[in-house]
């Protein structure tokens, strides 16, 4: 290993394109690195100039596939998504979906490591063909010290800035206003739960290719006079409407490792998700799960009316901010990143010394 730092440049888009999660990882990764590990890292963002030892590569963009050719550099790859987990967020034909899938899956076969952010996605991706032993779990992180809880009066204060009661019990959950995000379901529970205030926070990012967009769209804009949609919120304002929710509610049918949960956790609040396999692995039951309307209804309204089980649900929510600490995390990408730098350059020394058998035995 050499002396000196090694020189990581992050490549992303992320930011162009407000209220993704893809951004706030993104932001809350690269934060993460260049805090905890700069004994170790030089960490630069989009530098197409200067070279790097390692190159991580935050989204898809095929200027980012074509930098990944850089074969003497250690190429990193985040998987945010698959294909699939594509249908019920934007509406293209099916063609182009074909010749996009193509192309997403062509990317992460380029890198020499992938990175998920849920297990789950591994064997989806040996499936396509990537070998097992590229692909390397390393979840999510959320800072403590910009996703926390504000005192009593603090969080009244703020009650009343978005014009709600002390006494008012919210429902809250944050995305981009698609299909797949559930927030037709959202609103349906709302309709069953009057007396309940639900809050959206996000908007349409993709604008009018977003799935759905007409019918949501009209959901928006007239919506029960229990449910707020506030549109895209910038991140740091985001540990404001934390600390006036009560209870993350998210219907999603597809997600990854969604950021909302893990600023959600940071403040204690009690979850309320759909039954998806893929929080089995990283969120280890702590979290009350339903398969309908019927059932998210039944479980937000025990959380209303039971303050036992809130509480319970609050701890269970603490445990998973617990879990995922800073520290665990970072320790993670430190021994990755050195593990990958080294494996590239053993591979391209082997490589160097095989050219030279072949020319020596001509």
Partial sequence: MKDKKLRIIMYSSADKVAGQGVGSAYEEQVRLIKEGASDLFDVEINNWTKKPDIQHFHTVDPTFYAKMQDKKACNIAYCHFLPDTLEGSINIPNYAMKVFSS???SFYKSADRLVVVNPSFIDDLVDFGIPRERIYYIPNYVSKDEFYKKSRQARKQLREHFGFKENDFIVFDAGQVQTRKGVLDFVE????L???QFVWAGGFSFGKITDGYEELKRVQENPPKNVHFLGIVPREQMNDLYN????????SYNELFPMTILEAVNLHVPLVLRDLDLYKDILFDHYLKGDNNTEFKEKIESLYKDKELYAQYQNESKAISDFYSKEHVLSMWREFYLSAYKEKQ????AKKKNKKKKKKNK
């Fill in 103 to 105: 192309y997403v899956v």
């Fill in 244 to 251: 006036i929710a009560d209870v993350l509610f998210m219907p």
């Fill in 346 to 349: 053993d591979a391209l020394l």
């Fill in 194 to 196: 009057p007396d309940i």
């Fill in 189 to 192: 529970v709302a309709e069953q």
